[in-house]
């Protein structure tokens, strides 16, 4: 079982829209959770880490981690066709990170 | 500075022959990984070195993966005898030990087996 699950959509949202991805996971081991943006041919580009409870922002992007209901979101507010994307939630085990298989994000203008 | 490179950035290989993927990290980054990925999935891990040392190979899938970083910079992924279940793209990542976390990824080789 993967320990870091993720619905693969595609998430479809208007311009201008908040976007809202999700990621849970199973077991409650390392707490430490990374949101990577990956574009078509790309590779993963870090865009937040949260390793606390509660939210985390960094300007239009908010990182939500609730321990109890063993879920981590992003926030993406204001969404620009530029933030069409596969969105990656990962987390740390040890030494390594474990992803999950990528949310599509569509912006549409 | 120069972000992390990786050479070539795509290669084909017949079925069978051997590859070398090569990794150039940050500059001063200790801790440097590499993850594979499949088509539509996330990456998955492979490897990681502090330095020269290579901590965990777990993620190696056969005996015909090996990897080396030998004076700690540059790290070489090798593909023996390669199979076309190997076709993926080999992502390179590293990071400062004081934030083993924040992995910072290269672009990529985009491995084909024919």
């Known amino acids: 079982q993967k320990e870091v699950e993720q619905n693969s959509g595609p998430l479809s949202v208007p311009e201008g829209a908040i976007a809202s991805l999700n990621c849970t996971y199973s077991?409650?081991?390392?707490?430490?959770f990374f949101w990577y943006r990956q574009y078509s041919g790309k590779s993963p580009e870090l865009i937040m880490f949260?390793?606390?409870?509660g939210d985390k922002e960094d300007g239009r992007f908010t990182a939500q981690l609730n321990k109890a209901s063993q879920y981590v979101s992003l926030l993406i507010r204001d969404s620009q066709p530029s933030d069409s994307a596969t969105y990656l939630c990962?987390?740390?085990?040890?030494?390594?990170?474990?992803f999950g298989a990528g949310t599509i994000l569509r912006v549409k203008s | 500075g120069a972000g992390v490179s990786q050479s070539p950035r795509y290669k084909v290989a017949k079925r069978g022959q051997d590859v070398a993927l090569r990794c150039d990290p940050i500059s001063g980054h200790v801790s440097l990984f590499w993850y594979q990925q499949a088509l539509g999935q996330g990456p998955e891990f492979l490897t990681y070195?502090?330095?020269?040392?290579?901590?965990?190979k777990s993620g190696l899938p056969s005996d015909r993966f090996f990897a080396e970083r030998p004076e700690g910079s540059v790290s070489t992924l090798k593909i023996q005898r390669t199979q076309q279940e190997d076709s993926a793209v080999y992502l390179c990542?590293?990071?400062?030990?004081?934030?083993?976390?924040?992995?910072?990824f290269g672009p990529g080789t985009r491995l084909t087996v024919t």
């Open positions: 949260i390793y606390s409870n």
């Open positions: 990962a987390r740390r085990y040890g030494n390594k990170l474990v």
């Open positions: 990542a590293s990071s400062t030990t004081d934030t083993l976390s924040e992995q910072y």
């Open positions: 070195f502090q330095n020269e040392a290579q901590l965990d």
């Open positions: 077991d409650r081991g390392s707490q430490s």
